[in-house]
């Protein structure tokens, strides 16, 4: 079965340390997202990507980055941890055509923890 | 810019009864609205979703209205299950082909 996986699923990293998130999706969606949640601020959008080598920022992307070279993967980088980003991270994909009613397909979230 | 806005974080309601979770958005665009549902530990989930050429879509147990001239959508579920507790999310969709979501509430049943 097509799925979406994120991986580690559990990180504690320390101030000022460089930190990759990873997502693979194997259902070859265009559209691939970035959420964190925070308590009463819901899902906020990092950044997303509508196809290989397309990034752009969301509402929260200050301090994180994406890179997509292949249609199966985005990795989300943390260049400089701050403990402002210690959150729960949600990658999503989705057909093309989101605007049209398309569904997300989440991950189960990586929890960072940065100290 | 686009806004969705879910103003109670939580709600309770009793088994077998209605659950109504509201949500209200800024954008004047044509957009789609979905729902999405979270257990803990889990992604959200796609729950049911509606067009904004729409007034109304029902699946099931859940049905959500659209009130284009005031901006507001609410989620119905009828009867209320143990299993419906989860945080539950409306978003907005736009052509620029994002998704933005609300803040979410909590929704609790109880015995």
């Known amino acids: 079965d097509a799925e979406i996986t994120q991986s580690p699923r559990h990180k504690i990293t320390e101030t000022g340390r460089q930190v990759t998130l990873a997502c693979h999706q194997t259902?070859?969606?265009?559209?691939m997202f970035w959420y964190r949640q925070d308590l009463g601020h819901g899902l906020r959008l990092i950044h997303y990507s509508y196809g290989v080598h397309d990034t752009n920022k969301g509402e929260v992307s200050d301090g994180y980055s994406v890179s997509r070279s292949n249609t199966e993967d985005l990795p989300l980088t943390l260049e400089s941890a701050a403990s402002s980003q210690t959150s729960v991270y949600f990658c999503?994909?989705?057909?093309?055509?989101?605007?049209?009613?398309?569904?997300?397909?989440f991950g189960e979230g990586s929890r960072l923890t940065v100290l | 810019d686009q806004q969705v806005k879910q103003n109670s974080p939580s709600l309770s309601v009793q088994e077998g009864r209605i659950s109504i979770l509201n949500c209200d958005y800024t954008n004047s665009m044509f957009d789609y609205f979905l729902w999405y549902k979270k257990y803990p530990a889990e992604g959200p989930t796609f729950l049911i979703s509606?067009?904004?050429?729409?007034d109304k879509n029902e699946d099931g147990r859940f049905t959500v209205f659209l009130n284009k001239s005031a901006k507001h959508l609410s989620l119905h579920i009828v009867p209320s299950q143990p299993g419906d507790s989860a945080v539950y999310f409306c978003a907005d969709t736009s052509s620029a082909s994002k998704i933005i979501f609300g803040s979410g509430t909590r929704l609790s049943i109880r015995p």
């Open positions: 999503a994909s989705s057909q093309t055509g989101i605007g049209s009613g398309g569904e997300l397909f």
């Open positions: 509606i067009s904004s050429i729409k």
């Open positions: 259902w070859n969606h265009n559209n």
